[in-house]
């Protein structure tokens, strides 16, 4: 593991720890071992932070900009505090995305080069058949599964990070659970709008070719 990686994992290990959660150890070691080694998964395949350890940075951004916009928020609505405990954003933003160390698999892969010329890269194939079990859902589970203790609002801004890009359009329900979810826990629309920013704005062109 390389040593950005290693400084990120401290990170990420300090702020989970920092909540005071039961079960936080299991899920650090469940993280490591169990899941197909969550801290140097990459966070996509084409898109943003397509290396090892991309999907630990991206955590960590969403993790940085949703407690930012928590300080934020509850300045300009001080009421809604106890509605966005810290230790709430940091669970929800550090595991909403845990579903996908499961589905990138590194592979070796052949493409030309500028010369036109056929060489071996690293890269990642993508594989649901492990647990077929969908995105935010099945980051919800895992996070279950490895033993922490975790909130209602935490599992709901975890299950429905992906806001409406993430809805089987012929699901009523599911839209509406969404909007029940949004209206219930103001920590789902925190998560969403963390995620979006970090994905869209902080790691905007930061794909490897
Ligand atoms: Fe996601
Ligand atoms: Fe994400």
């Given at each position: 593991m390389n040593y950005q990686i290693e400084a990120n994992k401290e990170e990420f290990v300090k702020l989970l720890r920092?909540?005071?959660?039961?079960g936080v150890d299991d899920l650090i070691e469940y993280l490591d071992e169990g899941c197909n080694h969550f801290f140097t998964a990459p966070a996509s395949v084409n898109h943003?932070?397509?290396?090892?350890g991309g999907l630990l940075e991206h955590s960590l951004n969403v993790c940085h900009v949703a407690l930012r916009l928590r300080e934020l928020v509850v300045e300009m609505r001080p009421e809604l505090e106890p509605r966005l405990k810290r230790e709430s954003v940091i669970i929800a933003s550090l595991l909403h995305d845990i579903c996908k160390a499961d589905v990138y698999r590194p592979a070796r892969r052949k493409r030309k080069d500028a010369k036109g010329l056929w060489v071996e890269v690293d890269t990642y194939d993508v594989d649901y058949s492990n647990f077929p079990m969908g995105h935010g859902e099945k980051s919800a589970v895992m996070a279950l599964w490895a033993g922490l203790d975790i909130t209602q609002e935490e599992l709901l801004a975890i299950r429905w990070h992906m806001t409406a890009w993430d809805l089987p359009f012929q699901s009523t329900e599911a839209g509406k659970s969404l909007n029940a979810a949004r209206d219930l826990h103001p920590l789902c629309s925190l998560i969403q709008l963390a995620d979006g920013v970090a994905a869209n704005l902080l790691e905007h062109g930061n794909e490897e070719e």
């Open positions: 920092s909540t005071g959660r039961e943003h932070l397509n290396s090892d």
